[in-house]
């Protein structure tokens, strides 16, 4: 897309750090005017209202964006704070193959707004594990782990796959110990992480 070339450097150096995702907010904190911002986002992709996918056209659909993409997106979208999660970390981690059809992500202390295509799940702060510094931001594996098998009642298969995948993974001591522990439907869960019918909270 040509006005990427119209960016300041830093933004494309942060786009392609992005997958191409950026947002309105950071093009005006940037010094462009809303009338430049207008005109370039006129051009790209909009994957959730007020942020973009530059390497895309205006016509493509969210739901046909990469899932990198969506997760980027995600993330902006829900703040600084929030982290892929669920089979989203674990498809980020390679311990599920198939890609999800959604992301999801855990959002410290906040409510969002529905998104169709993004599942934003609130949660304490200070009862999880911090994020791995990894991009794109994720729960440590010990709760991606505990999240995904949690869903075992809706998804079976994605699940066992999980089960499967962290048995033969290179992993630490501590992540395989905590499946059968994840796996136990007598197990206590942990505060943070409360089970409503099955899924995640």
Request: hydrophobic share 40%.
């Amino acid at each position: 897309m040509g006005s990427r070339q119209d960016l300041p450097p830093h933004l494309r150096a942060r786009a392609l750090e992005r997958s191409g995702v950026l947002s309105r907010t950071e093009l005006l904190q940037a010094g462009l005017a809303p009338t430049v911002v207008a005109r370039m986002a006129g051009e790209w992709a909009t994957v959730i209202p007020g942020i973009y996918c530059l390497d895309a056209r205006p016509e493509t659909a969210p739901a046909r964006l990469s899932h990198a993409v969506r997760v980027e997106a995600g993330l902006l979208h829900a703040g600084p704070r929030a982290v892929a999660s669920g089979l989203t970390a674990a498809h980020l981690d390679g311990l599920v193959d198939r890609e999800p059809h959604g992301v999801t992500l855990h959002v410290p202390g906040r409510r969002l707004a529905p998104v169709t295509g993004w599942s934003f799940v609130r949660v304490t702060p200070g009862h999880r594990l911090g994020p791995r510094p990894l991009t794109p931001r994720r729960t440590a594996m010990e709760d991606t782990v505990l999240d995904v098998v949690a869903l075992r009642d809706q998804a079976a298969a994605p699940a066992a796959a999980l089960g499967a995948s962290v048995r033969r993974a290179r992993v630490d001591a501590p992540v395989r110990r905590c499946l059968p522990r994840a796996q136990d439907p007598h197990r206590a869960r942990r505060p943070g992480v409360p089970l409503r019918g099955g899924g995640l909270s």
